[in-house]
């Protein structure tokens, strides 16, 4: 299979605490749980949730070692981008809040003047933009 723009993508990442991951990712965003492991006590095993879109080329893996965590170590550019390509629903912003987001400023004036900014809780950045994309016309 040849790798092209329909190769499924998956965006991986340490995890402090998957509950509160979850409740971000599904409850607050909407993604869907597509796959969930409890790892055991060996070396490699660990705890996974991996979130999506049914019909997206992408998904989101986040991991828990409760032996040997990994501290999530995001900066102010480790951002997910989502254009919603019109009006960020301010709905979905509150709910993200009430599921573990922080509604944050960017230092970047680019996602303040075009989206909203909400840090998930292990402080990994989502950005909801109200412009559209297409890797086509760029």
Do not use: Q
Not at 26 to 54: F, I, K, S, T, Y
Not at 65 to 85: F, I, Q
């Amino acid at each position: 299979m040849p790798v092209n723009g329909r190769s499924h993508i998956r965006i991986a990442r340490p995890s402090r605490d998957l509950a509160a991951a979850e409740r971000f990712w599904a409850e607050g965003l909407g993604l869907a749980v597509v796959w969930r492991a409890v790892g055991g006590g060996e070396p490699g095993e660990h705890d996974l949730l991996m979130l999506g879109w049914p019909d997206a080329d992408w998904h989101l893996e986040l991991v828990h070692d409760s032996a040997h965590p990994v501290e999530p170590r995001p900066t102010e550019e480790d951002l997910l981008v989502v254009y919603v390509d019109g009006p960020v629903p301010d709905d979905l912003v509150a709910r993200l809040e009430r599921h573990g987001g922080k509604r944050v400023v960017s230092p970047n004036p680019y996602w303040n003047e075009w989206g909203v900014t909400v840090e998930d809780p292990d402080g990994y950045r989502l950005v909801l933009c109200r412009r559209a994309w297409s890797n086509e016309g760029a």
